[in-house]
């Protein structure tokens, strides 16, 4: 599976963005899927997690309400809407699979995901 992440870039604080996960190579319908972020001098950790059924997600405590994971199997996308984007958000996102056969299974270890994409700078500005 090859991983695309796209819709990065720089926002005011308080703004928006939406994030795209384009997968290639196989279909995602059978892939829980997350979004992990890194900022400089950080490690990397998990934003967000969906099932592959899309009846499971989880969120980090610092992104709930405010960020919302999504999927679209029959387009083999992920979607990531970030909005009251803070300073704090300022990292490169990337997102992530995992193949399995539970389809309410989420997954927070990042060593669980087998593929990840190249990553897109999100820039929140203060």
């Known amino acids: 599976v090859q991983l695309q992440a796209s819709g990065g870039g720089l926002v005011q604080a308080g703004g928006s963005l939406r994030l795209s996960c384009a997968a290639s190579?196989?279909?995602?319908?059978?892939?829980?899927m997350g979004w992990f972020r890194q900022a400089p001098g950080k490690e990397r950790e998990l934003v967000a997690s969906?099932?592959?059924?899309?009846?499971?997600?989880y969120y980090a405590d610092s992104v709930k309400g405010r960020l919302t994971i999504s999927r679209d199997n029959a387009k083999n996308m992920v979607y990531l809407q970030m909005n009251s984007l803070k300073p704090e958000d300022t990292a490169v996102y990337y997102c992530?699979?995992?193949?399995?056969?539970?389809?309410?299974?989420?997954?927070?270890?990042?060593?669980?995901?087998?593929?990840w994409g190249q990553g897109t700078q999100v820039t929140v500005s203060s």
């Open positions: 992530a699979a995992k193949e399995t056969s539970y389809n309410f299974g989420i997954y927070r270890e990042s060593r669980s995901y087998d593929y």
């Open positions: 190579g196989r279909t995602l319908s059978t892939y829980a």
């Open positions: 969906i099932s592959w059924s899309a009846g499971n997600k």
